[in-house]
């Protein structure tokens, strides 16, 4: 039996600019870190012949393009897996539809534990480009690449996407003492709305291909905060960071009427209140998780947890996709 793992991530500044319809004009940038919530992916052979699968659904079928579910399909077919005799179950910490990129997790910790399989080594590159060409390129979603990348490097990444499809990949220079610092104050809520990401991210794929002036200044502008992110985080300033988090949010809600809704702003508002100095939600919108930087850790903790939200507490990961046992 083969276990791979890999890190669901929270983004720091500049999601969206991750993009083709964005970079590939204007080129991306942004941060992200990987934390220690995880998806699981397991493979072993088993005595009989088939493919077996065991994630929200059951599979059981003879060949791969039988595989109702999309990514493994394909990446099986990539793998060069015609009729194999496999079993493929998949957990993980949170849930999908949550904001925390658990696709490209899922699909990097799948990849991994495949070529794994094969006894072939992978690097993090080939991993994360390999679930960017599965997800993007032979399944069409209108997706970015942060989360193939974060999950298959892990740590608190900076990532520049290129007009030619290339990425950047560059730890954030920060001390131990900021990194515990922004460890200890940055919170997650649950809201309790899952969400489906695809529908906001196809509006801003089409609207940005189609040079909408509004769209592209928008990102211009959060792209522009994620780089002032990365001065205030590498300089330690961590007020100045939580402060772009809430200009960061105040931009990111202007883009499309689905990624917040009156119950989200009144929480927000709440949160400011509370001790928060910044705060955003994580991933496209439309629900999932609230992160805060705090100012007053325990008074907003309190103020949410009576506002019925629960918290997850996480730390950093610094591995990325990995082998965990086989």
Request: charged content about 25%.
């Amino acid at each position: 039996m083969i276990i791979a793992r890999s890190p669901l991530r929270i983004t720091l500044g500049g999601g969206g600019t991750d993009l083709a319809s964005y970079y590939r004009e204007h080129e991306g940038f942004l941060i992200a870190a990987a934390i220690d919530k995880y998806v699981y992916v397991t493979v072993m052979r088993p005595f009989s012949p088939g493919i077996y699968l065991k994630y929200s659904a059951l599979e059981h079928v003879e060949q791969v393009a039988d595989v109702r579910h999309p990514i493994i399909r394909e990446a099986l077919q990539m793998q060069g897996l015609r009729t194999p005799q496999v079993e493929i179950t998949t957990l993980a910490d949170i849930p999908a539809g949550t904001g925390l990129g658990s696709s490209g997790s899922f699909t990097t910790a799948l990849l991994k534990a495949l070529h794994t399989h094969r006894r072939k080594a992978v690097h993090s590159r080939e991993l994360a480009e390999e679930a960017c060409h599965i997800e993007i390129d032979r399944l069409r979603e209108p997706i970015g690449k942060q989360d193939q990348f974060i999950a298959a490097f892990g740590g608190i990444t900076c990532f520049t996407f290129h007009r030619d499809h290339r990425v950047d990949v560059e730890p954030l220079r920060v001390s131990n003492r900021t990194m515990f610092d922004l460890e200890d104050n940055l919170l997650l809520f649950f809201t309790g709305f899952n969400r489906a990401a695809r529908t906001i991210l196809k509006d801003q794929h089409v609207r940005s291909q189609a040079g909408e002036k509004q769209m592209l200044e928008n990102l211009h502008y959060v792209k522009a905060v994620a780089h002032r992110s990365r001065e205030a985080l590498e300089s330690g300033d961590l007020v100045r960071f939580g402060q772009l988090m809430h200009e960061h949010w105040e931009h990111k809600r202007r883009r499309s009427g689905g990624i917040s809704n009156p119950q989200i702003d009144k929480w927000y508002s709440l949160a400011m209140s509370n001790g928060a100095i910044g705060g955003k939600l994580v991933g496209a919108g439309g629900g999932g998780f609230l992160m805060f930087y705090a100012s007053d850790r325990s008074r907003l903790r309190q103020a949410m947890a009576d506002a019925g939200l629960e918290e997850v507490r996480f730390r950093f990961d610094f591995e990325g996709t990995k082998v965990v046992l086989s």
